[in-house]
T-cell receptor, first 111, second 114 residues
Framework: AQSVTQLGSHVSVSEGALVLLRCNYS??????LFWYVQYPNQGLQLLLKYTSAATLVKGINGFEAEFKKSETSFHLTKPSAHMSDAAEYFC?????????FGTGTSLTVIP | EPEVTQTPSHQVTQMGQEVILRCVPISNHLYFYWYRQILGQKVEFLVSFYNNEISEKSEIFDDQFSVERPDGSNFTLKIRSTKLEDSAMYFCASRLWTVDTEAFFGQGTRLTVV
């Protein structure tokens, strides 16, 4: 079955520090991968997506993710955390017509 | 910017009652989805819909659930007889037909079954 694993259900960083949210996927072939963000009481908003073009993908709000086939990973990073980045982040893989979501990582930014 | 809209934003219903959650997908999208998220848990796939029929459905999507596209714009999820465990946030999503496109999600409907 196609799935993603997000390591760390909660991550806390200081404002201005590096954000690293981990996602590993299981797939026999390179999949389509996505990161979504969910702010409190809101829906899911696309941050970025990997569709087998460039392995380093840049998204909105300064986030980027690198697809590493050898590690089956698609970790999300941001060089400098901002208070407004506090949210739930979901990694997702698309196989066929379905999207499979990870369990999510809650990011807390400490002032 | 086009967006997926869902109504209502919050619905409270009594156990055993029928509810209909409504969604207006983005107009040129062809694939439609319903997902749900029980509080504190992962986002779970319920059903996908394409070309006026169910494309895929999960084990969660049992006989109590149904979907419909009654006209050219709306996409609805009906729960025939709600249970307490149906309490969740329900998200509608849509996407274009090309394989590499993302799903665009609505703001969700929070369903509370009492």
């Amino acid at each position: 079955a196609q799935s993603v694993t997000q390591l760390g259900s909660h991550v806390s960083v200081s404002e201005g520090a590096l954000v690293l949210l981990r996602c590993n996927y299981s797939s026999s072939v390179p999949p389509y991968l996505f990161w979504y963000v969910q702010y409190p009481n809101q829906g899911l908003q696309l941050l970025l997506k990997y569709t087998s073009a460039a392995t380093l993908v840049k998204g909105i709000n300064g986030f980027e993710a690198e697809f590493k086939k050898s590690e089956t990973s698609f970790h999300l990073t941001k060089p400098s955390a901002h208070m407004s980045d506090a949210a739930e982040y979901f990694c997702a893989v698309k196989r066929g017509n379905q999207f499979y979501f990870g369990t999510g990582t809650s990011l807390t930014v400490i002032p | 910017e086009p967006e997926v809209t869902q109504t209502p934003s919050h619905q409270v219903t009594q156990m055993g009652q029928e509810v209909i959650l409504r969604c207006v997908p983005i107009s040129n999208h062809l694939y439609f989805y319903w997902y749900r998220q029980i509080l504190g848990q992962k986002v779970e796939f319920l059903v996908s819909f394409y070309n006026n029929e169910i494309s895929e459905k999960s084990e969660i999507f049992d006989d109590q659930f149904s979907v419909e596209r009654p006209d050219g714009s709306n996409f609805t999820l009906k729960i025939r007889s709600t249970k307490l465990e149906d309490s969740a946030m329900y998200f509608c999503a849509s996407r274009l037909w090309t394989v590499d496109t993302e799903a665009f999600f609505g703001q969700g409907t929070r369903l509370t079954v009492v």
